[in-house]
Each structure stands twice: as C-alpha cells, then as structure tokens.
C-alpha cells in the first residue's frame, strides 16, 4: 500500500488525472453554493429537514437541491438519459448497428442524443420541481416569472454539471457522472454527522447509534463481496488447423456477475416510487392516503422490493442474451463442459443468469430496506437519506477509482521495464 501511493506521487500524468479531477470537484461544491432568488430559503430547509423522499433525492445533488441552487437538479437527469438511452440500444437494432459497427462516430452520435435527452428531462424536471415548490415563494414574487427564470437556470446548471462530468471521463480519474454523485453524498457526511450528535444530545442512546452504524458497515461489506462476486462457466476450445498453425485448444471461462444490474434497477424503482408520493403530497384530496406511501412506511418497502425484482429482472433480460452468447461460443469452435452446443448451451446459461439474477436482486432489495428497517428500530433518523443506493455507489465509485489508478501504476512500471 505504501508502495502503491509513493507511486502516485512518482508519475506525472497520474498527477495531473488526479489535480484535474480535484479541481472540478472544487468547482462542482462551490456551483452548489449558488442559490436562485425568490424562496423562503427557512421554509424550504424545514421541508427538507423533514427527511423523506425530498431528502433522498437532495442527497444526490450534494445539497443542491435544499439549498435550490444552479445545480438543483446535478447530474441525475444525465443519469436517466443515459440510462434510458442504454435501453434503447438493445431495444432497437439501428441504434445498436450505430454504436457497435461505426465506430467512434457512432459513440459520439448516440453521445449527442444522450446529451439532448438530458435538457429534456431537465427541462421536465425543472418545471416539475419549480411547481412543486411554489408554497415556499417569498410574498410578492411573480410565480410565472421566477418559474421563467427557475428553469432557465436549473437547465444550464444541468448542462454545465453535464460538462464537468465529461471532462473528469476524458482527463480525470473514474467515471465523471458517477465521481459527481460521489462527491454530492460525501458532501452530505458532515450533516448527518451533526444530526446524530443533535438528536444524541436530545436522549437518544448512544447504544442505538453504535447500532445504526455496525448495521450500515455490515451491508457494506455486502456490498463489497457481491459487486465482487461472479460464477465462472468454464469453456473448453476444441483444436483446430488453419495452414500450417495448431489453433485453440485453451481452456478459459465464462465470468458472469451475480449483481448484472449494478445501481440501475434501485434508481429505476426510486423514480417510479417518488412518482405516487409527490403527486399524494400536492393533492390535498390525498392527504389521508399519503402517510401510507411515504418513504420508509411498510408499503413504500414492500413495493420498493418488488419494483427492485422487477426492474433487475427487466434490465438483465434486456442487456444478457443467452442465444447470442451461446451462437458466438459455438462459431469459435467452444463448448462448455458437459452442455451440447446451440440451444442446450443457450437454456443452460439462460437457467444459470436466471438463478444469479434472483440472488442479486435479493441482495438489491435488502440493502436498500435494511438501513430504513434499522433506523425506524434504533430511531436514529438522521442517517436515513445514506440508503443502499447511496451505499452502493459510494463502493461501486471507490472501487473504481482504485482499479484505475493501480491500472496506471501498473502499465507505468511495465513501461519502466522497456525502457
């Protein structure tokens, strides 16, 4: 370890990967600090403070969001768009054909796309959250024209957090988007601190904390050992001749990751469920039915679950395709062990994808309820927001940056020797 981060500081270009990525995390936390004008800045924090759903979505925009500044709506309308874009890849073969066969100009085409539906949606959202937040106006602004304005800014927030996430993909260290949201949840470490000394000193025991705290470590060892986690199918590649030469005859495997779905399926349930909750809390005829799907209520979980089921099921069946695998298996002359070639080879690895698909959903569902489950018990509430999704991609985050840097010291020591 010692070795490993005395390396750092000994080669240049990692240095300026790393002072480049700092930097534009610096301006991404000074962005947060820049509020639009027109709320009751104390009605709005005492919303949030209330925790919840508004809570939840605050903690991926680094607090931008309760503080209603530029970057309001941070990266997260990037996140869908790219994500819905994802789906559309393997639901339409054109757009598959443009990414896989042009080359680099395909990617950056269907970049563009990506970046289009990223203003819709901040679009949409800007609208959305503008509206719903119209009861915590100062008296005597113009709603139509702080609505005006509200969107105008939230957009160009959302396309210059946009940006900043590109530039930490080209030049930086890690994936950009997910470094922002990265940063936006370590950025909240220090409230939930605060919170959980407040409410120590309010008689809430400190058993309870110690609690919270050892549950929270537990599932992230979870989360560790499963995103790690993958079965290997071994595949035997028969001998062949071509001219001269003896080709083939390798034994090599099949890896395939019990966690296919990643972060996607928790993110695609969250927004489905938030959907039903602020349309309960703008109706007043809805009122009574609210308490009964707010965020952390037993059937907020038990729907969570099951939509976390569903979309993991959804996203694999959509991404893996068992025939294809197994047709590209058989045309390079390889069999796995003890399975014939073509279909007995595709229903062979469709049951096996099938059975670590409902393991890894498993294991999406609990960490996402486990820390609401525990903090209802221990009623250390202040560490709510940090829910599995926050848990997984803070590891899923540190883990990749690591990779990429011991990639770096690796190649740089290997250049070393040529030299």
Sequence with gaps: MANSVSGIFGIQDLQKKLGFTLLVIIIFRLGIHIP???LDMTQLNRLFGAGGIMGFIDLFSGGALKRFSVFALGIIPYINASIIMQLLTFLYPKMKEMQQEEGES?????????????????VIQSVGITIGLRSVLLPGTNFFAFMFFSVIALTA???FVMWLGELISERGIGNGASIIIFVGIIGAMPSYIANTVTLIRGGIPLWNVGVLILVLFIVIIGIVIIQEAQRNIPVQYAKRV????????????LPMRINQGGVIPIIFASSVLSVPIMIAGAMPALQSFSKYI??????YNISFALLIFFFTFFYTAITFNPQELADN??????????????????????SVIS?????GATFLALISIVPM???GITHVTSFVGLGGTAMLIMVGVANDIIRQIETILISNKYEKLVR
Excluded: E, H, N, W
């Design 106 to 122: 395909g990617r950056k085409q269907m970049q563009q796309y990506t970046r289009y539906l990223t203003l819709a949606i901040a």
């Design 36 to 38: 639009i004008s027109g």
């Design 373 to 375: 489950l525990a903090a």
């Design 294 to 299: 707010t965020y952390g209520s037993a059937f």
């Design 242 to 253: 071509v001219g001269r030469k003896l080709y083939g005859g390798q034994s090599t495997y």
């Design 157 to 159: 927030g959302t396309t």
């Design 329 to 350: 298996i058989k045309k390079y002359g390889g069999f796995i062990l003890g399975v014939r070639p073509g279909k007995p080879t595709a229903d062979y690895l469709d």
């Design 355 to 359: 059975r670590l698909t409902f393991v």
